[in-house]
């Protein structure tokens, strides 16, 4: 079985909602990269003059998306901006919504891929920048921050290999949000 990964595409997101589920996965266009990092808290209780009790407990995470762009939907759809007539108005009120983050990366060597889907993020709106154009033109990226908490039941994200898994859930992975 390979395990060598590259490339990232397909991220989607599907809002929570206050009963548990998620909404239906939506797309958002012009992935350029994701990095989440899960933070772990280190407990350590003694007794007799001796570690008693050692474990990691799970503190939250946070990550960047990085993407070439947005578009006014996604500005709603990311961090409860109004959206009107083209527009898109930002305001010190919006609530962000909860979302999972749904994508997928390939393995190397073969035509399958592992896809992904964190359960509980929410982004903050992006940084306002631009710089001139001198001589060339360059990319310029928007980089999205958010958090990473758990659900209820404790779920952070679940990561399925589409060459062991022989089911279903592959086929329905931007359709619905996928649990183990």
């Not at 500005?75 to 009107?84: D, I, K, M, Q």
């Not at 509980?120 to 980089?143: D, H, L, N, R």
Request: proline fraction near 3%; aromatic fraction near 12%.
């Amino acid at each position: 079985m390979k395990k060598r990964l590259g490339g990232f595409k397909n991220i989607h997101v599907a809002k929570l909602l206050s009963d548990g589920t998620f909404q239906a996965p939506v797309p958002v266009t012009g992935a350029k990269a994701i990095e989440a990092e899960l933070a772990y808290e280190q407990v350590q209780f003694y007794a007799d003059n001796a570690i008693d009790y050692s474990d990691f407990i799970f503190n939250g995470g946070e990550g960047t998306l990085t993407v070439s762009g947005l578009t006014a939907s996604e500005y709603e759809l990311l961090f409860g901006s109004t959206v009107a007539d083209g527009g898109v108005l930002v305001k010190s009120s919006d609530i962000a919504p909860e979302v999972a983050i749904l994508f997928e990366r390939n393995k190397l060597g073969t035509n399958e891929k592992v896809l992904y889907v964190i359960y509980c993020a929410k982004f903050a709106p992006p940084a306002i920048s631009a710089q001139t154009m001198e001589g060339s033109v360059e990319e310029e990226t928007v980089e999205l921050t958010f958090t990473v908490r758990e659900l209820a039941d404790g779920e952070v994200f679940y990561m399925l290999d589409t060459e062991a898994h022989a089911g279903t859930k592959d086929a329905a992975w931007y359709s619905t949000v996928q649990f183990a």
